[in-house]
């Protein structure tokens, strides 16, 4: 268990170091939706099915946190970082990991670009996918550090987790 990220002893930093992340990226989040339609990149209000208050709730506390962060953070935190660092260096680990990473959400991206926010493949709208698929890079080199540094993913797992839920709810409260 020690080898996929499960050593006890800093636990503590890894959540303290993942919730301060969560709210670094999620301010970020809501400043850009603020500005992007400012600066002429139009934004149609998301079309995202929440359904009934019971399957909102289901979403967040359930199929966000494990079935996304939890499967997503094993798989490349956990057993391709572990897999990988005894094989090559923390350089190329951390960069091997956050490519996949990346490369992962390509698909997700997309539909997120094209079904909820209503863009097409204009100029905008590529630059917009582009730019989340670099920030799921840049978030795979985070969660690879605050793997390494705390020998722990429990904070990989729970800043994915409230970034994605807290991400839904920004998203459902600008075009409320």
């Not at 970020?28 to 009934?52: D, S």
Request: hydrophobic residues 50%; charged residues 15%; glycine residues 8%.
């Amino acid at each position: 268990m020690k080898e996929l990220g499960y050593d006890t002893k800093n636990i503590s930093r890894s959540i303290f170091t993942g919730f301060s992340f969560t709210f670094i990226v999620i301010s970020v989040f809501i400043i850009l939706l603020l500005i992007i339609p400012r600066i002429g990149i139009i934004i149609k209000p998301p079309r995202i099915e929440f359904g009934t208050l019971s399957e909102l709730i289901f979403r967040v506390l359930v199929r966000i946190p494990i079935g996304t962060a939890f499967f997503e953070e094993n798989h490349f935190r956990g057993i391709s970082y572990g897999y990988l660092i005894k094989r090559f260096s923390l350089k190329k680990t951390i960069i091997i990991t956050s490519i996949l990473f990346a490369i992962w959400h390509i698909v997700p991206g997309l539909k997120v670009l094209t079904s909820n926010f209503q863009m097409g493949f204009d100029v905008h709208g590529l630059l917009m996918w582009s730019g989340g698929v670099l920030g799921a890079f840049f978030a795979g080199i985070f969660f690879a550090f605050l793997r390494y540094h705390s020998r722990n993913i429990t904070g990989c797992i729970l800043c994915h987790a409230l970034i994605n839920d807290l991400s839904l709810f920004v998203i459902y409260y600008l075009w409320k």
